[in-house]
């Protein structure tokens, strides 16, 4: 899922594309991370990292990567401390094998402990529960948002997920956000700098981007709504 729409990728696809071809396939999925669920022997990836603090709703700061590990043994880490490497003499070191070597001793241990409270509440739920009713809530707004002049919800693909971007006609994406968070409502703006190729192709400056999550309610897709049409 990219940061500036609701498309889902055809990941599993890719996987057999790369696999066939012999290529490292390194998935990126902080957007699906808590959202959906999300398998890497069925994806076919070798890589896959993720943060926390989106929609698995886990502290700032956080993060997960998996890497096969066949592969993660062919891998240096861009730095060494003793966490990732022993200092077996004055002039040798030997990497740690698996995840480890791409550890460092510093970090934070309450974060990491948040980050799995947050997986186990959200495998608690169910990410297959999860995902239903996002998508459903995702499908309601778009639905209503098309129903405002003015706005143009800029979501692509059949396949869609929670986050929801639209553009309001003679207004920055950074000017609908001020005016909505002046409502305590909030939202995000996807610029051009963080997907430059896809946003010039579709001769967009930014777009405004909705998340909803299973704890949002229709009532409050309504007030989203009604707050967005006194901008129009």
């Not at 396949?159 to 006609?169: D, K, N, S, Y």
Request: aromatic share 8%.
């Amino acid at each position: 899922m990219g940061t500036n729409g609701g498309l889902v990728n055809p990941a599993e696809k890719v996987g057999r594309a790369a696999n066939a071809a012999g290529i490292p396939y390194l998935l990126d999925a902080t957007q699906s991370m808590g959202q959906m669920e999300i398998n890497v022997k069925k994806i076919g990836c070798d890589m896959l990292c993720a943060t926390g603090r989106k929609y698995l709703r886990g502290p700032r700061g956080t993060g997960l990567l998996y890497v096969r590990r066949a592969l993660a043994e062919l891998l240096e880490p861009p730095f060494l401390d003793n966490y990732a490497a022993e200092w077996e003499s004055r002039d040798r070191f030997a990497i740690n094998p698996g995840a480890r070597r791409f550890e460092t001793w510093e970090s934070s241990v309450a974060n990491r402990i948040g980050l799995g409270v947050a997986i186990e509440y959200a495998l608690d739920w169910g990410l297959g529960a999860i995902r239903v009713r996002v998508v459903s809530l995702a499908e309601i707004l778009r639905s209503r948002l098309d129903l405002i002049p003015g706005i143009t919800v800029r979501d692509l693909g059949t396949v869609r997920c929670g986050i929801v971007t639209f553009t309001v006609e003679g207004k920055s994406g950074w000017d609908v956000r001020t005016a909505l968070h002046a409502r305590s409502i909030n939202v995000w703006v996807s610029p051009m700098a963080s997907t430059r190729l896809d946003m010039e192709a579709r001769g967009l400056k930014d777009l405004v981007r909705a998340s909803v999550h299973y704890y949002n309610t229709e009532e409050e897709i309504d007030a989203f709504c009604v707050a967005l049409e006194s901008l129009t």
